[in-house]
């Protein structure tokens, strides 16, 4: 699947040569004009590799009405341009198409970067009706990616400027994160979280959308849930009036803005006269009371589509399987949809079977505020113990950082009965104990909370050269 | 008596805070009895090292004085993942230890100081 296409500009982008011995550089080709905009839309990113001057980014850009997040100007190989790019983005070479006229550099670039998809413009006509091109499902998260890289580009160079400490940054960035239940419209963005995530991933395996949709639909089921108002953290230092009696903080109707949690100040919407299942925090279910047995039936279903799907949980999923959905934005943008959840209440405490997010959200405060939102609820739900089952890979060493942060400790698990894991594959169980005191006060007291410096305020590091392309 | 513990408490001695980074203090050489690796570097150098190190990533030169067995998570210095990340590929590359992979529970990371002395006793 190709996530960029990397652009030469010279007859291919352009009508001609940008630097015109005489007059205005070329207009745009309509034809790859069209190109751009319907790969655009489907979530690929392009790029520009030139021997321009760097002003042919900008030219290029507003000729061709298209969004370029990266540009690389001078002389070297292009296949150098292209590892790049690559290594900007976070994205592997083997995910990059390349287009130029010249059949010198599509040569270089084939030779030195045989995984590179290599193509000349006239081919770039027919290349929207190929797999290459073509995503199953397009999420409105990938519609916008591009915009999504711009932000965040501007996002990191404020701050390399920025004064203060990381946690000082993201506080005037504004940066809110939304923590509360998945919608049945989210489960094609959460599969695509669980197949494009690495780095904060702990299954390190796709759970596809209907795995998704059916645990979400359990959750639907389950119980009534109370219309609440938009309320964010911050601007509504209390936001249990707007709640109904019973209904915990968070909750709301499914697609309603929910609560904003704050960096330094997680779980701000904390509601401490909760027991119950992990669900229940984020709205759904009475107090107290039984599960409707629609939520049990529901859930054998789920189970059932989940193995139909291919997919072993970690922990099969049961009556109280619930989806969190985590969203972020700030004064940059809007990033939507940028982590998972997935909790199961057990007998002595919630297991999370699924931990997934975008590494666009790393270093802005997400994991943290998402793993102390989980203490605090399962707190005031009178949960004793959190586990987290997790898969150990090379890639994932920032979400034991987290985990370690906020307090858990791993214990090294054998494969259930070698079903639910793969040869050779390393698994852990992260517990951590929860105490009920937790369910009030500041996150911070989960630990969760760190600060870090402005110099790496939004940067995020590429373990491997080719990591996270969400 | 008093030699003994100092060398006993070269990892927590107290009062690290202050002298530069990775000078070799006048006490320092003192102390590495027991701490000094095949690569001449003590315990200690390679503490204040990792310390100028983790300012740097973390972009925070106030750490360049902190104390070295300040907890690394939490209250103390506040390591969030991203920072952490970059610290342990940075170790992994400088000292060929891969700390992630030979410790399940990153206690490695309780501090500087013990952050030390495990890339010590991994690479004799």
Redesign the interface.
Same mark, same amino acid.
């Given at each position: 699947m190709v996530k960029c296409v990397v652009w030469d500009v010279d007859y291919t982008l352009l009508d001609g040569v940008f630097l015109e011995a005489d007059g205005e550089p070329p207009g745009a080709d309509p034809a790859m004009v069209a190109v751009l905009a319907e790969l655009s839309g489907r979530g690929i990113l392009h790029a520009i590799a030139s021997r321009n001057p760097p002003e042919v980014a900008e030219y290029v850009a507003r000729v061709t009405g298209a969004v370029f997040v990266a540009a690389e100007c001078g002389w070297d190989a292009k296949s150098d341009a292209i590892a790049r790019i690559a290594d900007t983005l976070g994205i592997g070479t083997d995910a990059i198409a390349f287009v130029d006229d010249d059949p010198y550099e599509r040569a270089e670039v084939s030779f030195a970067r045989p995984e590179v998809m290599v193509l000349a413009p006239e081919e770039m006509t027919s290349a929207p009706g190929w797999p290459e091109f073509s995503p199953a499902v397009v999420t409105a998260e990938a519609a916008r990616r591009s915009q999504l890289y711009l932000d965040r580009q501007r996002r990191q160079a404020a701050g390399r400027e920025f004064g203060g *400490?990381?946690e000082e940054f993201l506080r005037w960035c504004q940066t809110e994160i939304t923590i509360g239940p998945a919608a049945l419209a989210d489960a094609d963005r959460l599969a695509e979280l669980s197949a494009r995530t690495h780095?904060?991933n702990s299954a390190a395996r796709a759970l596809p959308a209907a795995g998704f949709a059916e645990l979400i639909g359990v959750g639907e089921v389950a119980g009534p849930r109370a219309a609440v108002g938009p309320a964010r953290a911050g601007e509504d230092a209390d936001p249990r009036p707007v709640v109904g009696p019973g209904e915990p903080t968070g909750a709301g109707e499914v697609g309603s803005p929910r609560p904003a949690v704050a960096p330094a100040g997680p779980a701000e919407d904390a509601d401490p006269r909760r027991a119950g299942v992990p669900g229940e925090p984020t709205g759904a279910g009475e107090v107290g009371s039984p599960r409707p047995a629609a939520g049990s039936a529901g859930a054998g279903e789920a189970a059932s589509a989940l193995a139909a799907a291919g997919f072993t949980p970690l922990v099969a999923a049961g009556d109280s399987a619930r989806v969190l959905a985590v969203r972020l934005r700030d004064r940059f943008g809007d990033d939507g949809l940028v982590g998972t959840c997935v909790t199961e209440a057990g007998h002595d405490g919630w297991t999370v079977t699924l931990l997934a997010m975008s590494c666009r959200a790393? !270093?802005r405060?997400v994991?943290?505020a998402l793993l102390a939102w989980l203490i605090k609820a399962a707190a005031r739900s009178g949960v004793r113990e959190l586990a987290i089952p997790a898969v150990?890979t =090379?890639r994932n060493? =920032?979400?034991?950082?987290?985990l370690? +942060?906020a307090?858990f400790?791993?214990?090294?698990a054998e494969p259930a009965g070698g079903s639910a894991g793969e040869a050779g594959q390393r698994r +852990?169980v992260f517990r951590r104990a929860v105490d009920a005191d937790e369910a009030a006060g500041p996150a911070?007291a989960a !630990?969760a *909370? !760190?600060?870090? !410096?402005?110099?790496? +305020?939004g940067?995020? =590091?590429n373990?491997d050269g080719a990591d996270d392309s969400d | 008596m008093t030699e003994q513990r100092q060398g006993e408490a070269g990892e927590t001695a107290p009062g690290l805070a202050g002298p530069g980074p990775s000078g070799p203090g006048p006490s320092g050489s003192e102390r590495s009895g027991p701490f000094r690796s095949n690569s001449g570097l003590t315990g200690l150098e390679l503490a204040g090292e990792l310390r100028e190190l983790l300012a740097e990533l973390a972009g925070r030169p106030e750490l360049r004085t902190a104390d070295l067995d300040l907890p690394l998570f939490g209250a103390g210095i506040g390591l969030d993942s991203l920072t952490g990340t970059l610290l342990l590929r940075e170790v992994h590359r400088r000292y060929g230890v891969d700390v992630a992979a030979e410790d399940l529970n990153l206690d490695a990371l309780a501090s500087l100081a013990s952050l030390a002395s495990f890339i010590e006793t991994r690479r004799r």
């Amino acid at each position: 699947m190709v996530k960029c296409v990397v652009w030469d500009v010279d007859y291919t982008l352009l009508d001609g040569v940008f630097l015109e011995a005489d007059g205005e550089p070329p207009g745009a080709d309509p034809a790859m004009v069209a190109v751009l905009a319907e790969l655009s839309g489907r979530g690929i990113l392009h790029a520009i590799a030139s021997r321009n001057p760097p002003e042919v980014a900008e030219y290029v850009a507003r000729v061709t009405g298209a969004v370029f997040v990266a540009a690389e100007c001078g002389w070297d190989a292009k296949s150098d341009a292209i590892a790049r790019i690559a290594d900007t983005l976070g994205i592997g070479t083997d995910a990059i198409a390349f287009v130029d006229d010249d059949p010198y550099e599509r040569a270089e670039v084939s030779f030195a970067r045989p995984e590179v998809m290599v193509l000349a413009p006239e081919e770039m006509t027919s290349a929207p009706g190929w797999p290459e091109f073509s995503p199953a499902v397009v999420t409105a998260e990938a519609a916008r990616r591009s915009q999504l890289y711009l932000d965040r580009q501007r996002r990191q160079a404020a701050g390399r400027e920025f004064g203060g *400490s990381r946690e000082e940054f993201l506080r005037w960035c504004q940066t809110e994160i939304t923590i509360g239940p998945a919608a049945l419209a989210d489960a094609d963005r959460l599969a695509e979280l669980s197949a494009r995530t690495h780095q904060f991933n702990s299954a390190a395996r796709a759970l596809p959308a209907a795995g998704f949709a059916e645990l979400i639909g359990v959750g639907e089921v389950a119980g009534p849930r109370a219309a609440v108002g938009p309320a964010r953290a911050g601007e509504d230092a209390d936001p249990r009036p707007v709640v109904g009696p019973g209904e915990p903080t968070g909750a709301g109707e499914v697609g309603s803005p929910r609560p904003a949690v704050a960096p330094a100040g997680p779980a701000e919407d904390a509601d401490p006269r909760r027991a119950g299942v992990p669900g229940e925090p984020t709205g759904a279910g009475e107090v107290g009371s039984p599960r409707p047995a629609a939520g049990s039936a529901g859930a054998g279903e789920a189970a059932s589509a989940l193995a139909a799907a291919g997919f072993t949980p970690l922990v099969a999923a049961g009556d109280s399987a619930r989806v969190l959905a985590v969203r972020l934005r700030d004064r940059f943008g809007d990033d939507g949809l940028v982590g998972t959840c997935v909790t199961e209440a057990g007998h002595d405490g919630w297991t999370v079977t699924l931990l997934a997010m975008s590494c666009r959200a790393m !270093g802005r405060g997400v994991i943290d505020a998402l793993l102390a939102w989980l203490i605090k609820a399962a707190a005031r739900s009178g949960v004793r113990e959190l586990a987290i089952p997790a898969v150990l890979t =090379p890639r994932n060493v =920032p979400l034991r950082l987290a985990l370690a +942060a906020a307090g858990f400790r791993a214990s090294e698990a054998e494969p259930a009965g070698g079903s639910a894991g793969e040869a050779g594959q390393r698994r +852990a169980v992260f517990r951590r104990a929860v105490d009920a005191d937790e369910a009030a006060g500041p996150a911070d007291a989960a !630990g969760a *909370s !760190g600060a870090g !410096g402005e110099a790496t +305020a939004g940067e995020v =590091p590429n373990a491997d050269g080719a990591d996270d392309s969400d | 008596m008093t030699e003994q513990r100092q060398g006993e408490a070269g990892e927590t001695a107290p009062g690290l805070a202050g002298p530069g980074p990775s000078g070799p203090g006048p006490s320092g050489s003192e102390r590495s009895g027991p701490f000094r690796s095949n690569s001449g570097l003590t315990g200690l150098e390679l503490a204040g090292e990792l310390r100028e190190l983790l300012a740097e990533l973390a972009g925070r030169p106030e750490l360049r004085t902190a104390d070295l067995d300040l907890p690394l998570f939490g209250a103390g210095i506040g390591l969030d993942s991203l920072t952490g990340t970059l610290l342990l590929r940075e170790v992994h590359r400088r000292y060929g230890v891969d700390v992630a992979a030979e410790d399940l529970n990153l206690d490695a990371l309780a501090s500087l100081a013990s952050l030390a002395s495990f890339i010590e006793t991994r690479r004799r």
